[in-house]
């Protein structure tokens, strides 16, 4: 399983065709406490770079854009009564949602953790 | 700045050095701790004495007869006009001081305009009564609408829109009705970046799709990034000039013209319009259609005081789509309501109606006093000393505070800082709740979205200089208790009715209903009145 990050701060989990997506740490200390999140729906298709979540904290309400194409196959039943989840645990337990990728050669745009981390202190 | 008690005739307002006593009310001197009003009614007491209703009409409401109590509370009518008294005295008004919340232009409603308002004339008219019996209305609505398009420049208006949202409405429903009439299928509108979250909305709403247009470094709409996504399948922007960073749009004119060569139209957001009344024609930049708030730039009475009043001015190619109904001034003088029995004739292409009647009247009334009262000088003046204002404010506190455009030149009619210059810790919200203790209603916070912690200060024209230099002093007070690590400041405001609430758990486990029925502990209060 490997770790790719988007430059608007999605994470994706890719494992064979199966790919799990959430927002960066980083994106949620940003986005500050989190109160909603709309979700998905399971079954629906989904372009590269297309706002598919939203992400609602005290701050503002956030898209948030799926970092491959494919079709949707999960989303975290969790954030329903706990959307404080992707404030605590937005890399692992926080999760939004996962894609069945149409393309696994669009992660060729995407960073990995190092890359991620360069281009956060840069902003 | 001026101390508030400069010439000493006060005894020292505060603390007199021992510990304040608590009191058994709750409230503490003049500040004053009010219950719900179902909390204070007992039930027992009546502001009115009705007659036991006869049992004839109770039958006859058969099955929809209540069977239980309505429970209202019960006061005397001085408990009633007390306890909305008290309410209203934990309030911040634009008659207490200034407002300078950022992109909402809270400036002062003269009084002039309400005593305008309340002549029995325009007061105590129907929209039903015969138009004959209200010409003297309908000349109103029609001078107003004759300035607006003046001011604008532009070709036609929908005076009937209900507020700034409801005239994007009406402005999407033009072009969507231009763009049916001509067969075509366009299903995208493109938003910059720094527009209000409104834009957006309103063309989901309106049945568009929504596509993001960047921002340049500058704040500005990145005018290449447009250009490279106009094409067939674009109904056209939405704008907001001056935008919500405070900036004006100076490709503008270069913008429009390549919208409408794609075939597209132009959608201006007018809120900002405060900051070029009477100096720039948004007809003159290819503007088709633009709102007005008249409770913003025409000082109409705004948030809470309201109703606000959104007229939309249409270009000369959007004019024939819009809604029913407009006055229209008679060779003779007299004026005609156009409705839905002429429309056919007279104008048959209109989308249709927003409204029931004619609009905000009230607003109307108000709206015209204002400009009438300033003349069209007057108005020009508003925009130039809104805009100075908005600088010295800018240029007053950019040493104490991040502020991020200001290399770029001149603001106009509002000045943005950012959290980016505070020490870890502290944070845009603290210099908000920090000049709630100050005595003022905080700027706009956290918006537009593309600065981080954005503080959006808009001093309007209200404000004299000594009334911009309490805030000025008020505002570099607490950013410097920031930049000094004041600890005490991330628990302000400290002297408010209320401490720091909990805005996060208010919204994910918001009560928005009182259950006095239920018997159930009162939720945690997050700390005392006033207290610390």
Redesign the interface.
Known sequence: MSRYFSKDHEWIDVDGDTGTVGITDYAQG?LG?I??VELPAVGQAVKKGESVSVV?S?????DVYTPVSGEVTDANPALADA??LVNADAETGGWLFRIKLADAGELGDLMDEAAYKDYVDGL | MNAPNASGWKPELGPSGTASPVTSSGDRGLQLEEPLIFELGTGANFGVDLDAPEAAPLASLGRFLRKDKAALPGLTEPEAVRHYTRLSRQNYAIDLGPFPLGSCTMKHNPRLNEKMARLPGFADVHPLQPVQSVQGALGVINQLAFWLIELTGMHGVAMTPKAGAHGELCGLLCIKAAILAKGEDRPVILVPESAHGTNPATAAFAGFRVENIPATPAGRVDLAALKARLGPDVAGVMITNPNTCGLFEPEMKDISDAVHAAGGYVYCDGANFNAIVGKVRPGDLGVDAMHINLHKTFSTPHGGGGPGSGPVVLSEALSPFGPLPFTARQADGTIRLIEEEDAPVEHPQGFGRMTAFHGQMGMFTRALTYILSHGADGLRQVAEDAVLNANYVLRSLEDVLDAPFAASGPCMHEALFSDDNLPDGFSTLDVAKGLIDEGFHPMTVYFPLVVHGAMLVEPTETESKQGLDRLIGSLRAVAERALAGDESLKSAPHYAPRRRLDETQAARKPVLTWQGHVQQPAPPIPSEIGGS
């Open positions: 940003q406490d109160t909603f609602d005290v701050k503002a309400a956030s959307p404080e």
